[in-house]
């Protein structure tokens, strides 16, 4: 059996099939009232439990995609300190992981009257999305960044990206590559002004710090009934980087007026107003950080980050579906189309 093949049945059949109430013995929770999936994250397997003490959060970690989750763990472990609200429930062995032959789970307070959303509703949304990543940079900036576990090795380094997507194109696994010629044509023509800030991260020339590396708007939760930021969760790729990694993540996903998985792409549109809010919050609290070459490139760092995911997605296509959690055979071909699009949009907006 192909290794695609192996992992399209991860992500089908295996994924959320665990026994939440078994795993939660592990944990100390023996009274669980209800147990529900949430599905709306693309790689590990969430559910929320009600028990007599609360609720919380539940995880198995996908390890096909986290070698080494001890590890992250202890990377999450350091980086809660830093962080209000958010907090892990350790094990019976107070380990803060339970791990068996079935897989390596987790458990997380769940965040009361939190709401995640897919797409901005607000310029003042967006003003909080950019002051809470600044918020979050800056509580993390003492930290050295070299000092923690890199969880997914070349996560964002693009010409890694670019070789694994070349590769995908030429061994053509599922049969699709030729019929996205115009997408593989799109990835090639601006694969290397895309690349600049990778290459500047790699070179020494952009300060290594500590930095989220997954800042979408879809992790980070805000409360229903004020509309304040709580709290950023999913911080399993939390590791060194450039906070361009970030700022491009947080325009990709907070300055689109569509979903990541807009299939009308007449509907992805670059909201300018959104943009400068974001950005507004984003530098309303300096603290020193971030350097001046940083904030020349903020801007950039949203054509970076939205090109990487364009890439991403389309390398996951062509691969047969083998990373990000799809719920139709060309989920990720939209998602592809979609960020390509975007990008189009930063260009006619002249943000990039
Ligand atoms: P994935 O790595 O698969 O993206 P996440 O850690 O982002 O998983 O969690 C998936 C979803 O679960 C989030 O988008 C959010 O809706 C919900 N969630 C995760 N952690 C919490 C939490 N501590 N409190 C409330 N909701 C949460
Ligand atoms: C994945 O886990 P989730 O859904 O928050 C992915 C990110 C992508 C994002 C696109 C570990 O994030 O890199 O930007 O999908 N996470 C990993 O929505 O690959
Ligand atoms: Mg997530």
Known sequence: MLDYEVKWRYHRDDMNAFDARKIASNFGFEDIKGVHEIS??????????????????????????????????????????????????????GRPYYED?????????????????????????????????????????????????ETIPHFHDMSFRLEQFERAVSEDRAGRAAT?????????ENGKRASRISSMYNGGLLPCRVTHNDAKLQNMLFSRTTGDFLTFIDLDTVM???ILFDTGDMMRTGCSLAEEDEENLEKVRFSVPFFQAMKDGYFSLSDGMPADMEA?????????????????????????DTYFRVDRPDHNLVRARNQMRLIEEMEKHQII
């Open 40 to 93: 709306s994250g693309h790689i590990n397997a969430t559910y929320s439990i009600d028990t007599g003490n609360g609720r919380f959060i539940l995880q198995r970690v996908n390890t096909s995609v986290f070698n080494d989750p001890g590890r992250m763990m202890e990377n999450i472990s350091i980086v809660l300190r830093k962080i209000p609200r958010l907090f892990l429930v350790p094990a019976l062995d």
């Open 101 to 149: 032959g079935s897989g390596f789970y987790r458990v997380y307070n769940f965040i009361e009257d939190s709401i995640t959303y897919g797409k901005v509703e607000s310029a003042d949304m967006a003003w909080k999305m950019g002051r809470a990543l600044m918020e979050f940079h800056s509580a993390l900036s003492s930290m050295d960044g070299s000092a923690l576990y």
């Open 180 to 188: 996205v010629g115009r997408e593989i044509g799109f990835i090639r």
């Open 240 to 242: 060194p980087g450039t």
């Open 296 to 320: 020349s490139l903020f801007n950039e760092s949203g054509l970076a980050i939205t090109f990487i995911m364009a890439l991403r997605f389309l390398t996951d296509y062509i691969n047969g």
